[in-house]
């Protein structure tokens, strides 16, 4: 079965950087695109980024365009989030999750995602 391990998370000063990994196992990683989602406390679930499963496109949403970058290593099936100049307001529970298909498609929609780690607390504060 699926199975997806974040690790990474911690407590980072603002404007600090942190990485995020994703590993996966239980299916063939390289055959779907990936994502990351999170959710802040007494918040909803927030769509972050999603990379395709050939590395070819990476997407994000607007609120960490510019500071977040997504990448995954095929080989290695593992994925990452680099998140730099965070903010305050980035203080949530990331979650990796396996998007359902391959090739050019993907969706930001998180209810499509099929499978989903147990998450990563980030914590940003002085």
């Known amino acids: 079965q699926v199975q997806l391990v974040e690790s990474g998370g911690g407590l980072v000063q603002p404007g600090g950087s942190l990485t995020l990994s994703c590993a996966g196992s239980g299916f063939t990683f390289s055959s779907y695109y990936m994502n990351w989602v999170r959710q802040a406390p007494g918040k909803g679930l927030e769509w972050v980024s999603s990379i395709l499963s050939d590395e070819s496109k990476t997407y994000y949403a607007d609120s960490v365009k510019g500071r977040f970058t997504i990448s995954r290593d095929n080989a290695k099936n593992t994925l990452y989030l680099l998140m730099n100049r965070l903010r305050s307001e980035d203080s949530a529970k990331y979650y990796c999750?396996?998007?359902?298909?391959?090739?050019?498609?993907?969706?930001?929609?998180?209810?499509?995602?099929?499978?989903w780690g147990q998450g990563t607390q980030v914590t940003v504060s002085s």
């Open positions: 999750a396996k998007g359902p298909t391959g090739g050019s498609t993907w969706s930001a929609n998180y209810l499509e995602y099929d499978g």
